[in-house]
């Protein structure tokens, strides 16, 4: 499975901007979507991540302002964001796993909310 990511730019504090992924290879295998998130000197983490029957889950610190959705005809998945803070600056990436367990990597949007 390869992923495709685009979307990412500059933005101001309580703007929205919204990401895309394209999925190719091995559809049929893809299990969970997503995306995961890196800020500036800290760790990769999750953002949002939805099954195959469309149950979404959210970390924390984006709930009630991001939204994620797919659509599996297209085998796409993205992720609305809303009320951006400055903490949500950082490199994120589009994830997959499949229904046998692999996972993989998109190659990372860059998001940077400015004040």
């Known amino acids: 499975v390869q992923l495709q990511a685009s979307g990412g730019g500059l933005v101001q504090a309580g703007r929205s901007l919204r990401l895309s992924c394209s999925a190719s290879?091995?559809?049929?295998?893809?299990?969970?979507m997503g995306w995961y998130r890196q800020g500036p000197g800290k760790q990769r983490e999750l953002a949002a991540v939805?099954?195959?029957?469309?149950?979404?889950n959210y970390a924390d610190p984006v709930k009630g302002r991001f939204i994620i959705s797919r659509n599996d005809a297209k085998a796409t998945v993205s992720l609305q964001m809303n009320s951006l803070k400055l903490e949500d600056t950082g490199v994120y990436y589009c994830?997959?796993?499949?229904?046998?367990?692999?996972?993989?990597w998109g190659q990372g949007t860059l998001v940077t909310v400015s004040s």
């Open positions: 994830y997959t796993k499949t229904l046998y367990g692999s996972e993989y």
């Open positions: 290879g091995s559809l049929f295998e893809i299990d969970l």
């Open positions: 939805i099954t195959r029957r469309g149950i979404a």
